[in-house]
């Protein structure tokens, strides 16, 4: 589950893993430290239906009615509009903790990590920074330290 959250220096949209409330980071766009909020109704993303097919699809339908040459110069510009959105997508981040990819003893935060910096493509990878947090041992009871990655990306 994301949330999502604005910074609250400079308004960038952000989005984090729910898991990941209470960290604090620094915000992507303008470096100020910031705590990633707790999920609530009003900011828990709310996922589109993966199905739903992309938008710029619509704009090669070819009219079948003679329509003015008017809208025909309208429909046609439209294409750099949606590719203009294209380039802002919103600035997210992901953060992946070590202890979240150990299953059955066996560490698979390598292979977690670099299968979705491959899911969201090199172009779309902004940085990748490396981060510490600590949590408690649920058999010995202990804090632990340990480590994770932070991505930013466009998505
Ligand atoms: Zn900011």
């Known amino acids: 589950m994301d949330i999502i959250f604005t910074c609250p220096n400079c308004r960038q949209q952000l989005e984090a893993e729910s898991s990941?409330?209470?960290?604090?980071?620094?915000?992507?766009a303008c470096g100020a430290n910031l705590v990633i909020p707790e999920p609530d109704p009003a900011n828990l993303k709310v996922s589109p239906p993966?199905?739903?097919?992309?938008?710029?699809?619509?704009?090669f339908s070819v009219p079948t009615t003679s329509a003015p040459t008017e809208v025909l110069i309208e429909k046609a510009k439209r294409p750099l509009e949606v590719a203009a959105k294209d380039s802002e997508k919103t600035m997210r981040?992901?953060?992946?903790?070590?202890?979240?990819?150990?299953?059955?003893?066996?560490?698979?935060?390598?292979?977690?990590?670099?299968?979705?910096l491959n899911k969201i493509g090199?172009?779309?990878?902004?940085?990748?920074?490396?981060?510490?947090?600590?949590?408690?041992?649920?058999?010995?009871?202990?804090?632990?330290?340990?480590?994770?990655?932070?991505?930013?990306?466009?998505?």
């Open 93 to 116: 981040i992901r953060c992946i903790k070590r202890t979240e990819c150990v299953e059955v003893g066996k560490d698979h935060f390598d292979e977690v990590v670099s299968e979705f």
């Open 20 to 28: 990941m409330s209470g960290t604090s980071i620094n915000c992507p």
């Open 122 to 155: 090199e172009k779309n990878v902004i940085t990748v920074n490396t981060l510490t947090y600590t949590y408690v041992d649920m058999g010995t009871r202990m804090i632990l330290t340990d480590y994770g990655v932070m991505i930013v990306y466009r998505g």
């Open 50 to 59: 993966a199905s739903a097919p992309p938008k710029a699809e619509k704009h």
